[in-house]
């Protein structure tokens, strides 16, 4: 077998020019993902105002954008971006309970009505590739078709960062870390995403 092929973030000096936009949007200390995909100049260019659109949550809101790329990141089984989207979460007004509560998924309690349906179409893109006739018909009494279109894209574009994380090991932003809580931690994101349904099943039995 042969040793995993390894990309690495590339340093701000050793951008394309191209990219000095990016540089600049994110004062001078882009992201590790911003600079691991900084080894591709075409595709982060072609990425970047789709990235600057989704990450303010479109006409979604922040919170209900937080929410589904937190639910995004327990399908995807990605560190990186569940911590990173701690940090955003904690500062757009989530909870930390809330936060821990998107690993269990919609059948949870707590969640008021468009919240669960938002984690339950999450759930639904990612088993059958699409919303479930139900489940959209319900979300439309909470979220217009732009809204619902707007969730479809942060879903797709989480799981593209997601794949890259996961395929060339990025390590989590130090800056990040340090913000983190201190009960927030990979070891137990890891542990918690062994058999996150299982666990999702035991908090709803418990609650009948």
Known sequence: MKNHPNVIPLPVTAWDPSLSHIIDDMQGKPLNIHSLMANH??????????????????????RNSELIILR???????????????????AYGMTLEEIERVKLGAQAPGWSDSEALLLRATDELFAGQAIEAETLCALLQHFSVRQLMDFIAICGMYVILGGMLNTWKLELDEHIQQRLPEDVSREQFEHDMIMPLQRADAVQQSHR
């Open 72 to 90: 995004v990141s327990v399908h995807m089984k990605a560190w990186y971006e569940w911590a990173s989207h701690v940090e955003r979460a904690l």
């Open 41 to 62: 100049p075409g595709l982060l260019n072609a990425w970047w105002n789709f990235r600057c659109y989704a990450v303010t949550g479109g006409e979604l809101g922040r």
